[in-house]
């Protein structure tokens, strides 16, 4: 994949905003370019507002990308920055396609979305695409860098994908490059005109933005509700009214990843942003809202939570790589604490073989990963719960009970409110030297909390009872608080 940031050029269009019980909504400026919050009525600082399709993608924590296209056929990552590499259709040739394996293998991770390459850099499109334009010599001709030209031409892995998708109950959605298409000759958004390689057919910018236009149109009209849309890279100046255009008339509930840039413009109204790194690690410190390629910014106006994409595969590897080794289990236990754990969506990479299936040992390590997460994070230590109106969570336990970490989840339905937290306990082994009277230990303690946030502990410790306390700009309410012992 490589990410190519920083191109982004949109506008804006954050026009929703869910209604609080006594606070006015603000927009810095009517219509729809502006982002949605309310005033704390604590600090006078500004909270921003979720729509319900980014708290509805929050909730799934983790998804896949699928990389899998002509680029799967090739020693090297994709055809990004080789402006003159057009590998061969005939290259493609799976010949045991099964997008249902591949959903089997999401299911077992636990993902419940999958976001597909429908088209990467090379410019190839795992769809018959049935586009046609204009070449420079004034010929109509149909966009012949497809499935439809490889030798399992009568197939289509987009729609497959997407029954399949549909069949396993994930969302899915397509990533499609706007900035590179080699078959276009199109680097950065623009025809060049410096390299030429056979294959390649000569057209103009408009044409180019024509053909880009045309196949979102067959992408976004023709599968259904799409939960995400990704765009790697962004689009350019010229292309965005026309897309946010389709995009509002066409899939006004997807979430967009990329949707704004850092500047506030944004082209959807459920943008999600990028950490920032692919190596599957959020700060400590992640909020949901800001717009910036990091852990983002609690005073930011703009709700644009943070989607965490990373491979299974070492190297940064996105496509399948022949002998490519996997990230051990251990590693990928701690990108999920260090992703989901930090109020981050986990995207994992999928990376199909060149016979059209996940390798076996790829599949075993999914779900491995998804075993892991079900059975550590499936059954929370059983608890007594009180609360108090100023947001302070206590668990008792009947008897000393051990744990080894905390999991805290924050309502957002009213925009993300905690501050920072403090997690005490009463230590079981405590009670003896204090005559009956336990008091409170320290334990852990962080700021964002958000959708999710994970703390582990140096080591299992005996408790009967857990407090959470905070500081915030409105009470908090918290959705859960779990403790479990998992190692
Ligand atoms: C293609 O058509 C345009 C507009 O009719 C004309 O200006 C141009 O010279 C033609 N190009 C070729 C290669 O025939
Ligand atoms: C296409 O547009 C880019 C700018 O985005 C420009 O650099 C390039 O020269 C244009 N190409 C053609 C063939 O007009
Ligand atoms: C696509 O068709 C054009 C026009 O016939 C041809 O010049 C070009 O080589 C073809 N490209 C591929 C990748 O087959
Ligand atoms: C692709 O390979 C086929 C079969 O080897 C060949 O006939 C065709 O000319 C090649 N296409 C291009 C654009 O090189
Ligand atoms: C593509 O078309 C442009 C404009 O007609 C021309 O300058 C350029 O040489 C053409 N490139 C090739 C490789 O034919
Ligand atoms: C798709 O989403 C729209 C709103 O964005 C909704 O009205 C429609 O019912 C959804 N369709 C399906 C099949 O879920
Ligand atoms: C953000 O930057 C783009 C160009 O990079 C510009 O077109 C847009 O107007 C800017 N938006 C704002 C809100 O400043
Ligand atoms: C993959 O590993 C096998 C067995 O070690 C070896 O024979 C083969 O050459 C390797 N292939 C690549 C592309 O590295
Ligand atoms: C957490 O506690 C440590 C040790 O008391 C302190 O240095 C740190 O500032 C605290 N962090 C937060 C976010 O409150
Ligand atoms: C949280 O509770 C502890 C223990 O009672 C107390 O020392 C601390 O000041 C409280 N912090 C906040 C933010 O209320």
């Not at 106006?301 to 496509?319: I, K, N, S, V």
Request: aromatic content about 10%; overall charge negative; some cysteine.
């Amino acid at each position: 994949m490589k990410l190519v940031l920083g191109l982004l050029l949109g506008s804006c269009s954050l026009a929703h905003g869910l209604t609080s019980d006594s606070q006015t909504i603000k927009r810095d400026d009517p219509g729809v370019s502006s982002p949605s919050y309310r005033i704390s009525p604590i600090d006078g600082s500004k909270i921003a507002l979720p729509t319900k399709e980014q708290l509805a993608w929050q909730d799934k924590e983790i998804g896949v990308i699928i990389h899998f296209e002509i680029a799967t056929y090739l020693s090297v990552d994709g055809c990004n920055n080789i402006p003159n590499l057009l590998p061969n259709q005939s290259l493609f040739d799976p010949v045991s396609l099964n997008t249902d394996q591949w959903v089997e293998t999401i299911n077992s991770l636990g993902a419940k979305y999958a976001t597909l390459v429908a088209k990467h850099n090379c410019g190839f499109t795992t769809w018959p695409s049935e586009v046609t334009f204009l070449t420079r010599d004034n010929e109509t001709i149909h966009y012949n860098y497809t499935i439809a030209q490889s030798p399992v031409h009568g197939k289509d892995v987009v729609t497959s994908f997407v029954e399949s998708a549909q069949k396993g109950n994930i969302g899915h959605g397509f990533y499609y490059s706007l900035m590179w298409n080699n078959f276009l000759n199109v680097q950065s958004g623009g025809v060049i005109t410096s390299s030429w390689t056979p294959g390649q057919v000569n057209i103009t910018n408009s044409t180019y933005n024509q053909v880009v236009l045309d196949q979102l149109t067959e992408l976004w009209t023709q599968h259904g509700n799409l939960t995400e849309i990704w765009f790697d890279g962004g689009y350019t100046e010229t292309q965005q009214v026309k897309i946010q255009s389709l995009l509002e008339t066409q899939q006004p509930g997807a979430v967009v990843f990329n949707g704004c840039q850092t500047n506030g413009t944004c082209i959807s109204a459920n943008p999600v942003r990028w950490i920032g790194t692919e190596a599957g690690a959020a700060p400590e410190e992640t909020w949901s809202s800001g717009l910036s390629n990091d852990g983002g910014d609690p005073q930011s106006p703009y709700f644009c939570p943070a989607e965490c994409d990373t491979t299974l595969q070492t190297g940064d590897r996105w496509f399948y790589g022949v002998n490519q080794t996997l990230r051990s289990l251990e590693e990928m236990k701690d990108v999920y604490h260090k992703t989901v754990g930090r109020n981050c969506v986990l995207e994992l990479d999928l990376a199909p073989d060149r016979s059209g299936l996940v390798p076996s040992n790829q599949a075993a390590r999914y779900k491995e990963l998804g075993d892991f997460i079900k059975t550590c994070y499936g059954n929370p230590i059983a608890h007594k719960v009180s609360r108090n109106e100023k947001g302070i969570y206590s668990l008792t336990f009947g008897k000393p009970t051990s744990i080894d970490r905390i999991v805290l989840m924050e309502d957002q339905t009213n925009g993300q409110v905690i501050r920072s937290y403090e997690v005490y306990a009463k230590i079981a082994d405590s009670r003896s030297s204090n005559g009956g009277h336990v008091p409170y230990t320290f334990i852990s303690n962080g700021t964002s909390v958000g959708h999710k946030k994970i703390d582990l502990f140096n080591k299992a410790i005996s408790v009967t009872g857990v407090l959470v306390n905070s500081t915030y700009v409105d009470i908090p309410k918290w959705r859960s608080v779990s403790v479990h012992l998992c190692d």
